[in-house]
């Protein structure tokens, strides 16, 4: 059980003590221990046999030890099952949507004995939510509408959640013996925001000979967190792991491995076009191999290049198989150099400990240093973010200070002086012009006020565009992915807009905003607006997150020209006040 699975449970308990009602410290003390073991650098498993490193966890005291070694030993705990039994597992996804908190799930189970989704859905319909205490009309118009998002994203897991899953069951299949290769096709490797299983196939000599097979399945069966089989077959087995996420692993010889890799990867429009290509050019393309109408032999299937080779087309890498004119293009050789991880120059959005980051300027520096940026930019949050404990006129301008002192201090990188500042609700942004003017970058981000009408919400970002500071509009459309969606506006108008002030729209790396997204990306580029792709950092640890946001960039067709940070910085340090090309 790894420190994630720990954590996990204790959450749920937490949460089940909530519904139950029991004291707040209590429940306080689980939820304080989830996060420090999910924060907590060495397995629990390895120094539980140790109570005093256990111990000296914060947030781990010595009945919390006793729950530790429980799980360790049993897998279970006793106060969970117990709580389980009294409530129903279903609780737990009642939790899950959004803006239904225990003690709301409390009041539901106390009146009525209901604790499922349809069943509070139904309660919901007959008007009977409204009639509880402290709730009304508004309240259960929300909840249906909270249902219906629940029922949309449950199901679905951020990139980097089902990254994890694909590495650590990657880990453990290349311990098994005759095989040569393992890895993730569908969704996961056209690089698509969310994914809602994973698809692993492997090869090798393993692979061709029956008995050896029916081993290498026996052995992937066998994989610690797999949770419960859904289905095992002589070359695929499907089984769900602890966070509910589905798997699918098919075993394959070398001669189709290619083959497979194109079908499995899709997407399944891209492969349906695909598919009549190949039958229009007298061929028959399925997961074996590209063959021959008439005599049904093989003429590709080793590997994808040579499929897409024989269909006379350039080679399509995995981000564009959406059908979305990439087989067109492909055919033309008109399809883009895409931007790759090496062509970004500087990360241009970070958070420090001045506000809610967690290292200082010189820590980020240093990081952004060893990944090879040229440059970066410090851009913390201002006043209007209190919980961020944002910065007013005064402190940012101290700020700016520090910054220009540690960028006379650090060789070799080259610390931007930069905002994130708030887009106040009626379009001002949330410090004075005079400081923002001193400011090397400044990025205008919506972080409140989400509800207001469209009309209104379009206007507000109209008028950040306007004002000559904003160099870059920060997480545009503000969704969060699987949790909220993004504000309701004129994207059209507003990319306009940007590409007229030649103000950029930021592509926020961090994995649950992915935004803008693909498709806004493709609209973007259309309009001649240019994207900045950032990755929000609040800890060193996060800069590699801007991988997730290049893949986006690569769906959305852009090249280096397309992006901003691809150029040197004195260039980008002229780009972001409207001097683009
Ligand atoms: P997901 O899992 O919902 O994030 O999306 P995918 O794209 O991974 O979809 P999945 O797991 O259902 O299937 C994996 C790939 O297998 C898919 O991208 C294309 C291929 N595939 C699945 N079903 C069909 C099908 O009926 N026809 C064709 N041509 N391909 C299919
Ligand atoms: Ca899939
Ligand atoms: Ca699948
Ligand atoms: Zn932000």
């Not at 309660?123 to 009977?128: F, G």
């Not at 400990?353 to 010189?362: L, Q, S």
């Not at 500071?469 to 909220?484: A, D, K």
């Amino acid at each position: 059980m790894d420190n994630k699975a720990i954590a996990n449970i204790l959450y749920e308990t937490a949460d089940l003590l909530e519904i139950d009602g029991q004291d707040s410290f209590r429940i306080r003390s689980y939820r304080n221990a989830a996060q420090s073991i999910e924060n907590f650098s060495e397995p629990i498993k390895d120094i539980i046999s140790e109570p005093k490193k256990v111990l000296a966890i914060p947030g781990i005291g010595k009945g919390m030890l006793l729950n530790l070694q429980e799980l360790l030993t049993s897998g279970t705990l006793a106060i969970q099952s117990e709580l389980l039994k009294k409530y129903h597992p279903s609780m737990l996804q009642l939790l899950k949507i959004q803006g239904l908190g225990p003690k709301t799930i409390a009041l539901i189970w106390s009146a009525y004995k209901v604790c499922d989704v349809d069943g509070v859905e139904k309660l919901a319909r007959e008007q009977k939510i409204r009639e509880l205490p402290r709730m009304g009309e508004k309240h259960e118009l929300k909840l249906l509408k909270a249902i219906e998002d629940y029922r949309r994203i449950s199901g679905r897991f951020l990139i980097d959640v089902a990254e994890t899953e694909a590495e650590k069951l990657t880990a453990y299949l290349a311990k098994m013996p005759g095989i040569d290769r393992i890895t993730p096709a569908g969704s996961l490797r056209r690089g698509r925001e969310t994914v809602g299983d994973l698809d692993i196939l492997v090869t090798g000599p393993a692979c061709c000979d029956a008995v050896e097979r029916a081993q290498a399945v026996q052995y992937v069966a066998k994989y610690p967190p797999l949770m419960s089989l859904i289905a095992q077959g002589d070359n695929k087995i499907s089984f769900r792991v602890r966070n509910d996420m589905q798997v699918d692993v098919r075993l394959l010889p070398p001669e189709s491995f290619g083959a497979a890799m194109q079908y499995f990867t899709g997407s399944k429009a891209h492969n349906v076009a695909l598919r009549q290509r190949a039958l229009k050019m007298g061929y028959t393309l399925n997961e074996y191999s590209l063959a021959d109408l008439k005599t049904e032999k093989p003429v590709a299937g080793k590997t994808e290049e040579e499929i897409y080779a024989k269909l006379k087309l350039d080679y399509i890498p995995p981000e564009l198989r959406e059908n979305l004119g990439e087989i067109d293009a492909a055919e033309k050789h008109t399809l883009p150099q895409l931007i790759s991880q090496e062509d970004i120059q500087g990360d241009v959005h970070m958070h420090t400990v001045e506000t809610d980051g967690r290292n200082t300027i010189e820590e980020m520096a240093e990081a952004a240093k060893a990944r090879g940026y040229k440059y970066m930019a410090i851009t913390d949050h201002s006043k209007n973010l209190a919980f961020a404990n944002g910065l007013d006129d005064e402190r940012a301008v101290a700020h700016i200070k520090r910054i220009r002192e540690a960028n006379k201090k650090i060789d070799g990188i080259r610390i931007f002086a930069g905002i994130e500042v708030d887009i106040l609700a009626d379009g001002d942004l949330d410090l004075s012009n005079d400081v923002l003017a001193q400011m090397d970058i400044v990025i205008a981000s919506v972080h409140s006020v989400f509800n207001q009408e469209p009309a209104k919400m379009t206007e507000r970002l109209l008028k950040a565009i306007e004002n000559p500071n904003t160099s870059i509009i920060g997480h545009p459309t503000g969704r969060i992915l699987l949790r909220r969606d993004a504000y309701p506006f004129d994207l059209d108008a507003v990319l306009t807009a940007a590409a007229k002030h030649k103000v950029a729209m930021e592509l926020n790396s961090y994995p649950d905003r992915l935004d803008l997204n693909d498709v806004h990306l493709r609209q973007a580029k259309q309009r001649g607006v240019k994207i900045v792709i950032n990755t929000d950092s609040h800890h060193t640890s996060h800069m590699e997150k801007i991988r997730y946001g290049v893949l986006q960039a690569r769906r959305a067709w852009l090249t280096r020209n397309d992006v901003l940070n691809t150029l040197p910085a004195e260039q980008f340090a002229r780009a972001v006040k409207h001097e683009w090309n």
